[in-house]
């Protein structure tokens, strides 16, 4: 019985079919794990269903110059244009790189010739600096020290990773440049606006 104590009880299922039951004041408490494939959140008191999809986030920066610095040499720079920092999951799929790329990439935050922001970076001529960047996935629930346990491993991330660099060359209609994943990397930038857009592939807020 859950009396007046205003909890609810919930029952987490994942693809490996393993049960838990937790108790928590809210799903806003409730510490969602990460194991793959999309994890369901049953709420056994109010009946109601929430779901937890993996992933793709990614930070836009517009900037007047851009650049990314490996041991030393410069590996890509940009003018005009975006600066884009990824994040992935491991079960982001081919759906998640098409949308988001096509977002970025159509996104209007350039200004038109009366200044308003109307135009995308192609229109507006400019180009895109790709930035792996696994800590937007940090949680900082528990601790002073953030977890990183939603972000993809190396195997799974590199691929997808790869993949949208390629698509998103693809959308833009010129290469991309990149840093390197898992590199110890030093990116420079000169945030224009400021204009800093986040945008997560499952919420598409």
Request: charged fraction near 25%.
């Amino acid at each position: 019985m859950l009396g007046n104590d205003r909890r609810s009880k919930i029952l987490i299922t994942t693809p490996a079919e393993q049960l838990t039951v937790l108790t928590a004041v809210g799903l806003h408490s409730l510490s969602v794990p990460s194991e793959g494939d999309v994890t369901r959140i049953f709420s056994l008191h109010t009946g109601s269903v929430a779901k937890y999809k993996p992933a793709m986030r990614a930070v836009i920066q517009r900037v007047s110059q851009a650049s990314v610095v490996i041991e030393g040499s410069t590996k890509g720079s940009i003018g005009l244009g975006l600066v884009v920092l990824l994040a992935v999951e491991d079960a982001d799929t081919p759906e998640d790189v098409e949308w988001l790329s096509g977002k970025i990439v159509r996104l209007r935050v350039f200004p038109d010739d009366n200044g308003v922001m109307n135009r995308s970076v192609q229109e507006a001529g400019g180009g895109i600096l790709l930035i792996s960047q696994f800590t937007l996935f940090a949680s900082t629930r528990k601790g002073n020290r953030p977890s990183y346990s939603r972000s993809a491993r190396p195997e799974i991330a590199i691929p997808l990773y790869d993949s949208f660099l390629r698509k998103l060359s693809e959308d833009l209609g010129k290469p991309v440049e990149a840093g390197e994943f898992g590199a110890d990397m030093q990116v420079s930038l000169t945030n224009d606006g400021p204009v800093t857009i986040i945008m997560d592939s499952k919420l598409r807020e």
